[in-house]
């Protein structure tokens, strides 16, 4: 019989180099184990509502709304939801043509842009064009988009921060490109050398790999760490210099856990620097209803804008955008309240704000509960959580237990974030599913878990890990940065 088109191997081998650690291996096992009655507590992914986040009030009445609009029209509507919520509901089913069951422009709601749009320009100090903006299944969905348009052919090369997110390296291998690593320094607080950039640019091309792009996380996923005003403007000159288009991934500008680098855009930073370079470097944001206080990951809402790409390359993106129609309605909708949330004098305002600032006071608590707790462990060493909502530690593994991984056929940190899943239930990603310097290993968690639960957590982790530290015969001692 002959092959047929879905056997495997006759599929896309770009599908089968496409790798996404944070539900591979370590979550396929936890799955299992969940099935099997062990209680997991799935640390793998910044979810933070199947952490236990409560969602904010104000976006889901909003939403259920805009679902439900018959209750809009029920006399009693005012009774169980406040004004506002009420106006807004109203407001966003008149952007549409047929409510939330109805397709929307490709691009999204204009009226929802066109929120984006001020939002980005009280932000930044400078207008934004509602044209240049497309709302998106999430984050993920424009960065597909982009590096869809960006790579051409397998010599086209994208820079990407190591540890990287591996929606990066799965998307550059499914669209035929070449990622091109640039190492961030974990004895500098995972800080950017501009020096390594110049350097993987150079090795790059002498293999033959045209540099198209640069991304940049900030804050950063997985290490956490904040980019400075100085820092940013090294790397807006050098994708001047090399003519790179700028992808800043920014999905966790609300999380920041720290006062000395508060979050700056990529924008913002580039328009203060003025000509040539706001005028002619190509710069693409990505922003997210998924994370900061909201964290609404389900829901699907994003949006990418665009500074200084030529009108028919932005017909093109529209036209790769188009295909799938219409972004989902109601991610729009939590994007609106998002980027348009209750103001000062609004009935909604003082629960939005008490709800908003207990969450982000939480996780900074947590950001330091967790960093200390690793560093209390014998063989690890943490950077503290600037932003983002994870902390990447670095596990000092003993030659045997090196010795051992290698004999059950496991990269060693799997082995380890493997034992440390049976032993504890704890549900992480090793750190060799984000890239990182040969014989370093890490393992990435989120700080997400409720802050009461945080202690025992840490606890269980720290009675694991110096457990195993005995086991394979470390003399290594305690760790500290």
Not at 387 to 394: E, N, R, V
Request: glycine share 10%.
């Amino acid at each position: 019989m002959s092959a047929k088109a879905l056997d495997y191997d006759q599929i896309n081998e770009n599908v089968k180099k496409a790798q996404y650690a944070v539900r591979g291996e370590l979550y396929l096992r936890a799955s299992e184990l969940q099935k099997e009655g062990k209680k997991i507590i799935f640390t793998n992914v910044g979810n933070p509502h199947a952490l236990g986040q409560k969602p904010l009030t104000f976006p889901r009445q909003v939403v259920a709304l805009c679902q439900a609009p018959f209750l809009l029209d029920d006399p009693n509507v005012g009774l169980i939801f406040p004004a506002d919520a009420i106006a807004k509901a109203k407001l966003y089913l008149s952007y549409t043509s047929g409510g939330l069951g109805a397709y929307s422009d490709s691009r999204g709601l204009p009226g929802i842009r066109k929120e984006v749009a001020e939002f980005i320009g009280r932000r930044d100090g400078y207008p934004s064009d509602p044209e240049l903006i497309y709302l998106t299944d999430g984050a993920s969905k424009g960065v597909m988009q982009i590096l869809q348009t960006v790579i051409r052919c397998q010599g086209d090369g994208i820079l990407v921060p190591v540890p990287q997110y591996p929606l990066y390296s799965a998307a550059i291998s499914l669209f035929g490109g070449s990622l091109v690593p640039y190492y961030l320094e974990e004895n500098a607080n995972w800080g950017l050398d501009i020096n390594n950039l110049r350097q993987s640019v150079a090795e790059a091309r002498y293999k033959g790999i045209t540099v198209r792009a640069m991304v940049i996380i900030n804050p950063g996923n997985p290490t956490g760490q904040c980019l400075s005003i100085d820092n940013l403007k090294e790397i807006l000159k050098f994708c001047y210099q090399e003519n790179l288009v700028l992808l800043g991934d920014e999905v966790y500008q609300q999380n920041v856990y720290q006062d000395e680098r508060p979050f700056i855009s990529s924008r913002k930073v580039m328009l203060d620097m003025g000509p040539p370079i706001s005028k002619e470097l190509q710069l693409i944001s990505f922003h997210t209803v998924s994370k900061g206080f909201l964290g609404e990951c389900g829901q699907r809402g994003g949006y990418f804008e665009m500074t200084n790409i030529p009108p028919e390359s932005v017909d093109e993106i529209y036209k790769v955008a188009s295909i799938s129609l219409s972004p989902n309605v109601p991610g729009q909708i939590f994007m609106g309240c998002m980027v348009s949330p209750p103001q000062p004098g609004d009935i909604s305002y003082d629960q939005f704000i008490r709800e908003s600032k207990g969450i982000l006071e939480s996780l900074r608590k947590r950001a330091h509960m967790m960093t200390d707790g690793f560093n209390s462990c014998k063989n690890v060493v943490c950077n503290f959580t600037e932003g983002a909502m994870y902390s990447f530690p670095q596990i000092k593994l003993p030659p045997k237990a090196i010795e051992a991984a290698k004999s059950a056929g496991k990269v060693p940190d799997v082995f380890y974030c493997l034992k440390l899943l049976e032993a504890t239930g704890i549900s992480t990603v090793p750190g060799s599913g984000f890239g990182q310097k040969e014989g370093v290993f890490h393992l990435r968690t989120t700080i997400l878990p409720a802050e009461g639960d945080m202690p025992a957590i840490m606890e269980s982790f720290k009675k694991f890990n110096d457990a195993f530290m005995d086991q394979y015969g470390n003399n290594i001692g305690y760790s500290r940065m």
